[in-house]
């Protein structure tokens, strides 16, 4: 029983420390300046406080924040934002057989040119090559 009660604390506690920053209830202990500067950088991050930081002569800047520096405080709450989607039209570059062949491969696949996969190029790349790179961007 003391072993399933350990494997329980243990994932819960490893499903609170994945938890996303977006569900954080920030608080401070006091309404110093030091803890609403700190509150601000983990919402707003850095930027948001330097200027207020210089407009005290930089005497906030060694500012600590659950013993942190500042700027590494509001890192750690900072989220990338997700990749913008991008509309990409792959056109043909002229009416050859080969650039029909690489967007037949765009589209439906490298498989789909054939026994000509090993030869055809594609903006001088192998094919591919090429289709990899269409669908990465």
Known sequence: MKKYMSVIAL???AANA???NANLELIGKNTSVETNLCLTAAQHGYDAVSA???ANNGKLASTKCN???IKVFAKSFT???PAKAVNMKVISGNNSMESQ???KAVKEGVNAVGHRR???KCNGLSVDSFV???KSS
């Open 52 to 54: 207020e930081i210089k």
């Open 11 to 13: 994932v819960i506690a």
């Open 132 to 134: 990899k790179s269409v």
């Open 101 to 103: 062949l690489c967007m």
């Open 118 to 120: 090993n030869s055809l």
């Open 67 to 69: 013993g942190k520096d």
């Open 79 to 81: 989220t990338k934002a």
């Open 18 to 20: 994945n938890a996303s």
